[in-house]
C-alpha cells in the first residue's frame, strides 16, 4: 500500500457546509453595513481563509477583513457551524481506509475548535487521528501551514507516505508546498478544471471510487 495517512479537508470533503458559511458571510456582511448577495454567490468563501475571503471578494482592508470574520463567527457560533450535512460515503471511507491501517487526519483552514466540534456532532471525531487547522488568532491561517504542522505533530518525515484530499486549489496547492499529492473530490465546491491545473494527481465522483483508488495506488 502507498500511503501511511490521508489527509481531510473539511469543507467540501468531508462535509458540505455551504449553508452554515453562506449564511454566516451575509450576517457579517450586513454588521458590515454591505448589503449581502444571494447565498449561491457567496460559495467562493467556502474553503480559503476568511481574511483573505473579505478581501478578495469584497475589497476590504485588513482590518475590516478581521472585523467581518469577528461578525461571522458571531452567526457561526450560534449554531451556523451546524447547518451542514456529512457527505454521502464519507464515514464509509474513513471506516475502510482505518481497517486497511491508513491514519485519517483533517486539516482544514477552519479554526480547530470548530472543526472538532463539527466532527463530534457527526459522530465522526474518533476516525480521525488528529485535527489540524487554525489557531482562533489566525495562527496557521494558510493550508499549507496546517499540512506541516499535521506532520510535525505525527512526526512525518516522508510526504510521499502522505494523500491529501479536497476539493478546491488551495487543498492543492498547499499540499504540494510539503511535497504531498492529491487527489480531487469532485463532490465539493471546485471542479476538475481547477483541481487538475493546480496540480492534482486525479479526480473522483464520489468516495466510494475514491476509496478503492486510494487502497489500489501502489
Not at 467562493?44 to 472585523?67: Q, T, Y
Not at 469577528?70 to 451556523?80: K, L, P, V, W
Request: proline residues 5%; aromatic residues 10%; negative net charge.
Amino acid at each position: 500500500m502507498k500511503y501511511r495517512y490521508c489527509f481531510f479537508d473539511l469543507d467540501g470533503t468531508v462535509i458540505d457546509s455551504a449553508p452554515g458559511v453562506t449564511h454566516s458571510v451575509q450576517y457579517a456582511l450586513q454588521k458590515m453595513g454591505i448589503t449581502p448577495p444571494p447565498s449561491s454567490e457567496l460559495l467562493g468563501f467556502i474553503g480559503p481563509p476568511l481574511v483573505w475571503s473579505f478581501s478578495h471578494f469584497f475589497g476590504m482592508s485588513h482590518e475590516e477583513s478581521l472585523a467581518a470574520v469577528d461578525a461571522y463567527r458571531e452567526y457561526y457560533r450560534a449554531g451556523g457551524m451546524l447547518e451542514c450535512t456529512v457527505y454521502p460515503g464519507i464515514p464509509a471511507l474513513l471506516d475502510t481506509l482505518r481497517a486497511a491501517g491508513i491514519q485519517c487526519v483533517l486539516a482544514t483552514c477552519k479554526p480547530h475548535v470548530f472543526a472538532n466540534a463539527i466532527l463530534a456532532h457527526f459522530d465522526l471525531i474518533d476516525r480521525f487521528v488528529l485535527v489540524s487547522g487554525p489557531e482562533i488568532d489566525g495562527t496557521r491561517n494558510e493550508k499549507q501551514e496546517v499540512i506541516r504542522y499535521a506532520m510535525e505533530q505525527l512526526e512525518i518525515t516522508d510526504p510521499k507516505e502522505i494523500l491529501m484530499i479536497g476539493d478546491r486549489d488551495n487543498d492543492v496547492l498547499g499540499a504540494k508546498a510539503n511535497g504531498v499529492g492529491t487527489y480531487g473530490a469532485l463532490w465539493g465546491f471546485g471542479d476538475e478544471e481547477e483541481l487538475m491545473q493546480a496540480g492534482a494527481l486525479a479526480c473522483f465522483a464520489d468516495a466510494a471510487s475514491l476509496g478503492e483508488a486510494i487502497l489500489r495506488a501502489e
